[in-house]
């Protein structure tokens, strides 16, 4: 409810400058943002070769930030070279492994690994400034970004096969709520095509994301669907600054569970393309 309330609030001031601004000064585009994962958290990968008595350990980074955004922006000239903006985009993120645990021997095999992602609605208000007067210019922008209605997904599976026996789970856990607040910047070049100008980009967001609630919406041993016999405290978890367990009188298993806040790194760096128009005659 607090990131819709922002929202709105930005959306508003915008609104009521572009209802006072000469259309003249108005432009639109549309863009297409690859984004690699930085501030990345470090997780673990583990194999284990029974026959040689080895084990290796490798540490790996991942971050919710690696991903694909496209969306569109408006924005108006209040100065000659000096802009704002407010843009809209959709950020879908690729999978990166937190955890991997394996095991291997002639009859013996086995496989655990955590995989995460997330996806996004991102709000970026922005100032933007341009140099040159020439078809190809240079601009920089530094903004805000707000993250809405964000959701991770946590993919978990488990295999194992001994002597012809196999053993199997999948889970699925799935993260939302929580407000995430960054920054947001891009150094670019344009190119003027007509009344189009193509844009490229180097374009960094900077923030981190505290989830409030996560929920297993999927569960599976061996294939046969095990969700049905979990209580609603072990699917779903509140993610809360503090709490106490009492075990003389226990949480009701038909409530959630509570655990520690935490932070999930969502910041990134890549390359924008895109199209910009302007809106007057």
């Not at 655990?112 to 400034?129: G, M, T």
């Not at 946590?154 to 196999?166: A, I, K, P, Q, T």
Request: proline letters at 2%.
């Amino acid at each position: 409810m607090k990131t819709i309330f922002i929202f709105i609030i930005i959306l508003t001031a915008f609104v009521t400058t572009i209802n006072k601004a000469d259309a003249q000064k108005m432009y639109a585009g549309l863009n297409l943002t690859y984004g690699m994962g930085i501030c990345r958290m470090e997780g673990v990968l583990y194999s284990a070769n029974l026959e040689n008595n080895v084990d290796t350990y490798k540490s790996t980074a991942f971050s919710l930030g690696k991903g694909l955004s496209s969306g569109a922006y408006v924005g108006y000239m209040i100065r000659s070279n000096v802009g704002l903006e407010l843009g809209i985009n959709y950020f879908r993120g690729f999978y990166g492994t937190v955890y991997s645990d394996a095991a291997t021997a002639m009859e013996y095999h086995y496989l655990e690994e955590f995989r995460i992602k997330a996806n996004a609605l991102r709000c970026v208000p922005a100032v933007r400034v341009n140099f040159g007067e020439k078809k190809l210019r240079t601009y920089i922008k530094t903004g805000i970004v707000l993250n809405a209605f964000t959701e991770g997904t946590l993919n978990v599976d488990y295999h194992e096969h001994s002597m012809g026996d196999s053993q199997e789970s999948h889970y699925v856990q799935k993260f939302t709520g929580g407000l995430s607040i960054g920054f947001h910047s891009g150094v670019g070049l344009t190119y003027a095509l007509g009344k189009c100008t193509l844009f490229f980009e180097a374009t960094a967001y900077l923030q981190n994301w505290a989830p409030k609630h996560s929920e297993i919406t999927e569960y599976t041993e061996n294939g046969i669907n095990a969700l049905a016999v979990m209580t609603t405290s072990e699917k779903e978890i509140d993610y809360v600054n503090e709490y106490s367990y009492n075990y003389t009188n226990p949480p009701n298993e038909s409530e959630p569970s509570k655990e520690l806040r935490f932070l999930l790194p969502m910041s990134s760096v890549g390359i924008t393309l895109g199209v910009q128009v302007p809106l007057g005659k």
